[in-house]
């Protein structure tokens, strides 16, 4: 088949589209006129639960009637918990607000650059997440418990051995396997665009 | 502008130049039910964008961009991810008149061709398609006049071999 004739059945095809539009024309309007669809977008709903998290954070800790002292414990963990918890919540902020900046009514390399950025700076910042959440959780754990009493039996090192195992392997497979490679693809895809933006 | 007369003015937009929404959903699904979807993420896409366009490229121009951007970040969705009110799913009713056209068997091959090819090499055979010169091809895309020139003769070649163990 020669290109010609591939062309010539594009046009044909593209004729036959405009009649049957032409054809169709009343029930666009119809379904134009109404409210336009509300889709929600997966990635919107996620960002949004992020930025009412410290709301809902509150609220999980008001049914559990947690109770906190205000001891030492308490400060020094304070300390470690609400910094990390700032800083990351103040990147949900700042992931939210590159998201709406997208426009896809800008050329086609421009938006698939800024969404390898994008998730660049997601995946950078997943990276340092990982590793200040073990600060996060001992602090935590500090504001929590008013007493430390701690007996080495394996009733109460059974847990902490498995929370510090299910935490290393997750941190080994996130580093090793997705991060790293992802990282590197968008490092190739974004040198490509550049690439491809040059004369 | 009144709310009416920029859904008017939408609306007239969108029936002159509804050829390229289909003709690119229809590149960048691979089930009805795909193409159905992306062909509204892409009208509500337009529909969002239109109040902030000036003017300040044609309209085709602002058309294939926003078709081209959502369909190469349209991920299909499950069932449970889509969020429906009453109202739309009159809408999804109606939308199944831009599914039923039937693709003749010459059309079918073509498609198959060019969902051969790598996203960015399927948007700028669709433009080439089209009748875009390669300036026009360069605005919508990004690339550089140069790059277009080389990959339109490199994807040619690609479509005309794939058309030859396909017919």
Redesign the interface.
């Known amino acids: 088949m020669e290109l010609t004739e591939l062309q010539n059945i594009w046009q044909q095809y593209d004729k036959k589209l405009s009649e049957n539009t032409r054809l169709n024309k009343e029930i666009l309007r119809l379904m134009l006129l109404s409210k336009p669809r509300r889709q929600l977008n997966w990635i919107k709903i996620k960002a949004g639960f992020f930025i009412l998290s410290p709301i809902l954070f509150v609220m999980f800790l008001l049914v559990l009637n947690v109770q906190f002292y205000l001891s030492t414990n308490f400060y020094i963990g304070l300390s470690l918990f609400l910094p990390i918890y700032s800083i990351t919540y103040i990147w949900d902020i700042s992931y939210f607000k590159l998201i709406r900046t997208i426009d896809f009514s800008k050329p086609v390399l421009s938006i698939k650059k800024q969404i390898a950025e994008l998730e660049k700076y997601k995946i950078k910042k997943t990276r340092i997440r990982y590793l200040l959440m073990p600060f996060a959780m001992i602090g935590f754990i500090l504001m929590i418990i008013h007493k430390i009493t701690f007996s080495f039996n394996l009733v109460s090192l059974l847990p902490i051995v498995l929370i510090i195992l299910v935490f290393i392997s997750s941190l080994y497979l996130t580093f090793k396997y997705s991060i790293y490679e992802r990282f590197n693809k968008l490092n190739k895809d974004i040198d490509e665009i550049e690439q491809l933006e040059k004369d | 502008m009144t709310d009416k007369r920029q859904?008017d003015q939408?609306?007239d937009i969108?029936?002159k130049n509804?050829?390229i929404i289909?003709?690119i959903a229809r590149a960048y699904s691979k089930t009805l039910h795909d193409k159905e979807d992306l062909i509204?993420?892409i009208?509500?896409?337009l529909?969002k964008?239109f109040g902030?366009?000036k003017g300040g490229s044609k309209i085709s121009t602002?058309i294939y961009?926003?078709a081209?951007?959502?369909s190469?970040?349209y991920k299909r969705k499950r069932e449970k991810?889509?969020?429906?009110?009453l109202?739309?799913l009159?809408?999804i009713e109606?939308?199944s008149?831009?599914i039923e056209?039937p693709?003749?068997s010459?059309?079918e091959?073509?498609y198959q061709?060019i969902d051969e090819l790598n996203q960015?090499n399927k948007?700028i055979i669709l433009l080439y398609?089209?009748g875009n010169s390669h300036d026009e091809i360069s605005?919508?895309?990004?690339?550089?006049?140069?790059?277009v020139g080389t990959r339109i003769s490199r994807i040619?070649e690609q479509?005309?071999n794939l058309?030859?163990t396909k017919?």
């Open positions: 859904k939408f609306l969108l029936e509804i050829g289909i003709k509204n993420d009208t509500l896409e529909w964008s902030r366009f602002w961009r926003i081209l951007n959502t190469m970040n991810d889509r969020l429906f009110f109202d739309d009159k809408q109606n939308l008149w831009l056209q693709d003749s010459h059309s091959i073509l061709c960015l948007a398609l089209d605005d919508i895309t990004g690339i550089s006049k140069t790059n040619k479509i005309k058309a030859t017919t």
